[in-house]
């Protein structure tokens, strides 16, 4: 079992940036991050595989947002800038055993972390 622990949502303006963190309780090779906005299907925005070389972003966050990994602490990092009020939701951890790491399989993951909320201001 792989405990799951995000921080680092609030609020920001438009324009504005905000950095996500999931901890993870032990290593898992992929380790991605998706938001939850009401009325939507939860979208995945961003992974990246167990050695940190190989990432996916969704269209809709393609060169604002960027996935990062500390292999050593376990725990992957979501830098958002160019923040849009579109880009605000819950947003989940997820992390699993799953290979290759590409946005075609981050439904195969099985850890979620408890979310944490971003919220966007126009």
């Known amino acids: 079992q792989v405990q799951l622990a995000e921080s680092g949502g609030g609020s920001a303006q438009a324009g504005g940036s905000l950095r996500l963190s999931c901890g993870a309780s032990?290593?898992?090779?992929?380790m991605a991050w998706f938001r939850q906005v009401p009325g939507k299907e939860r979208e995945g925005v961003a992974a990246?595989?167990?050695?940190?070389?190989?990432?996916y972003y969704s269209d809709s966050v393609k060169g604002r947002f960027t996935i990062s990994r500390d292999v050593a602490k376990n725990t992957a990092y979501l830098e958002m800038t160019g923040l849009k009020p579109d880009d605000a939701g819950l947003y989940y951890c997820?992390?699993?055993?799953?290979?290759?790491?590409?946005?075609?399989?981050?439904?195969?993951?099985?850890?979620w972390g408890q979310g944490t909320k971003v919220t966007v201001s126009s």
């Open positions: 997820a992390a699993g055993a799953v290979r290759p790491c590409l946005g075609s399989t981050l439904n195969r993951l099985n850890y």
């Open positions: 032990t290593d898992t090779w992929c």
């Open positions: 990246i595989n167990g050695r940190g070389d190989s990432t």
